[in-house]
């Protein structure tokens, strides 16, 4: 029973560090917009905005991908509490697991990552409209 136990808290950090990368990403993404804007209304330069379109994008991108990762930890944990004791060989890999993989693509309009980058996008879109006129 140890074994499991130390296998499920392996299992358990790595999705921590997934979950917390993708908080970090968020973070980035608010804070690295907030510089554009401040720098658009001090040299009043609109297109210092339409910069924050490129990595917004890819924020959105990586954070799919970490969320990707997340799941699939999270299907091996599933699959690792559920084996019998005397069964944990302390494989990690989601695929030997018979996790499905969801694509990066899918996971992008997952219902939180869609509301948060895209109210970003929207944002950016809106502000930057409102500062070419």
Same mark, same amino acid.
């Given at each position: 029973?140890?074994a499991?136990?130390k296998h499920l808290?392996?299992?358990q950090a790595?999705?921590?560090r ?7 990403l ?11 804007f401040?720098?658009a209304a001090?040299d009043?330069?609109p ?6 379109l490129y #990595?917004?994008? /890819?924020?959105? !991108?990586l954070d799919?991908w970490? =969320? @990707?990762?997340?799941? %699939?930890?999270?299907? $091996?944990?599933?699959?690792?509490r559920?084996k019998a004791?005397d069964q944990i ?7 030997r697991?018979?996790?499905? #993989?969801?694509? /990066?693509a899918? !996971?992008m309009?997952?219902?939180t =990552? @869609?509301?948060?980058? %895209?109210g970003?996008? $929207? ?6 409209l409102?500062l070419a006129?």
């Amino acid at each position: 029973m140890e074994a499991k136990l130390k296998h499920l808290e392996m299992l358990q950090a790595i999705i921590s560090r997934m979950a917390h990368n993708s908080f970090l990403l968020k973070g980035w993404a608010v804070t690295l917009v907030a510089a554009l804007f401040a720098l658009a209304a001090k040299d009043a330069n609109p297109w210092f905005i339409w910069l924050a379109l490129y #990595p917004v994008s /890819v924020f959105w !991108v990586l954070d799919a991908w970490f =969320l @990707r990762q997340e799941r %699939l930890f999270r299907c $091996v944990y599933d699959k690792v509490r559920q084996k019998a004791p005397d069964q944990i060989d302390f494989d990690m890999n989601p695929a030997r697991h018979k996790c499905p #993989p969801d694509h /990066v693509a899918s !996971v992008m309009w997952s219902v939180t =990552l @869609r509301a948060f980058y %895209l109210g970003l996008l $929207v944002g950016i879109v809106v502000v930057g409209l409102l500062l070419a006129y």
